[in-house]
């Protein structure tokens, strides 16, 4: 796989995918935020939720690695394939089943389902390792594995892998996989665009093939496809050249692009769209930003109460979210000695004030 491809990959996707040690996780329905706690579980920072309301992520392991989560109701269960150094669910089922991926120091990346406690590795037959993109409501995932010479895309389902290849690709990378088993993902062709990796968005169907390339969009990244088909992502333009958050953000339907037109962002990074066709994001991704939320093109922000930083994760079909926030912290107030030298320097340069004003000289009218 290219390094600058890979890079810009784990650019694209940075968002919820390793603890923030600065940042508190939220839901927010319905118009009400709540903070999430979690006391045996440090900096918790979730990743997405299901429409039973089950949320999923990863937190801070306290050796410096990043393990996964469960929270059902408020029950929290730790997502950890033994042995692992780091444990990343991309998905949970209704029913609980949570798909994701691991590494530990004798594996590189491996894909895992785990369900009632007991994990099953992802391992497709001669693959050196597996990677697990995305999860659908049914437990069918697709991602990639890697042979030594080549990477090489698949779905998995009921234990059989079906290889994803876009004709004449240099590189396949699916994305996201929904209830029906429709993929959507990047692909490569071999060609470039201002030094960097050209990529464009596909969808697959039943061996069925369609290329998702906007109107404007020199290079295009896939977020998600909700079970009717609609898919959104972002390309880079012109104007925004390698910087894809500057780019036009979109959604796919039915063959036709609908640009979204947010206002007053210095960039705009899509998460997801759901069953309901609301798509969900973040606006000035980069830095201090918020999220919103586009149903039938009215924009709903989302802003954490007190937050100087808003990131959405996830979003289930009954419009619940979930995410992580910076609050506020004033500044500390100076120490008392502080104080007092602070005084006495504004006394001292008020007397210093007055008598240079007594002793300037007058003017003498003639």
């Known amino acids: 796989m290219d390094l600058k491809y890979a890079v810009a990959v784990a650019a694209l996707t940075s968002v919820g995918l390793a603890p923030r040690a600065d940042a508190d996780a939220f839901t927010y329905s319905n118009g009400v935020y709540s903070a999430i706690s979690a006391t045996l579980f440090p900096n918790i920072d979730p990743l997405g939720i299901n429409d039973n309301g089950a949320i999923f992520g990863v937190y801070g392991s306290g050796s410096g690695g990043v393990q996964g989560f469960l929270d059902t109701s408020g029950a929290f269960t730790a997502i950890n394939v033994p042995g692992s150094s780091q444990t990343i669910p991309v998905g949970v089922t209704s029913s609980g089943v949570v798909g994701g991926w691991f590494s530990s120091p004798t594996v590189r990346q491996q894909g895992f389902v785990e369900s009632g406690g007991n994990y099953t590795i992802i391992d497709p037959p001669g693959s050196i390792y597996s990677y697990v993109a995305g999860m659908n409501n049914s437990g069918d995932i697709t991602g990639y594995a890697y042979y030594g010479d080549s990477t090489v895309a698949f779905v998995e389902s009921g234990g059989l892998y079906t290889p994803v290849a876009v004709p004449g690709a240099t590189f396949t990378e699916p994305l996201a996989i929904n209830s029906s088993g429709e993929v959507a993902g990047i692909f490569g062709n071999g060609s470039t665009y201002m030094g960097m990796v050209q990529s464009f968005g596909f969808t697959e169907y039943e061996g069925v093939y369609t290329v998702l390339a906007p109107p404007n969009g020199l290079s295009t990244f896939i977020y998600g496809i909700n ?29 036709t692009y609908s640009i979204l037109n947010i206002a007053s962002t210095t960039g705009v990074q899509p998460v997801g769209i759901n069953n309901a066709g609301s798509v969900f994001g973040n606006m000035n991704p980069a830095s201090e930003g918020v999220g919103f939320v586009e149903t039938n093109g009215t924009y709903t922000t989302i802003n954490f109460p007190g937050a100087i930083d808003t990131k959405i ?22 120490e008392p000695t502080t104080w007092t030298l602070t005084i006495v320097g504004l006394a ?10 007594r002793s300037a000289p007058r003017s003498v009218r003639a």
Not at 235 to 247: L, Q
Not at 348 to 357: D, H, N
């Open 313 to 334: 994760t996830g979003m289930n079909d009954s419009g619940e979210i979930v995410g992580n926030y910076t609050p506020y912290t004033p500044p500390p107030l100076p």
């Open 227 to 255: 079970d009717a088909g609609s898919v959104v992502g972002i390309s880079a333009t012109a104007a925004s050249g390698t910087n894809f958050w500057a780019g036009e953000a979109f959604v796919y339907s039915g063959g």
């Open 348 to 357: 001292g340069l008020g007397c210093m004030t007055r008598r240079s004003r």
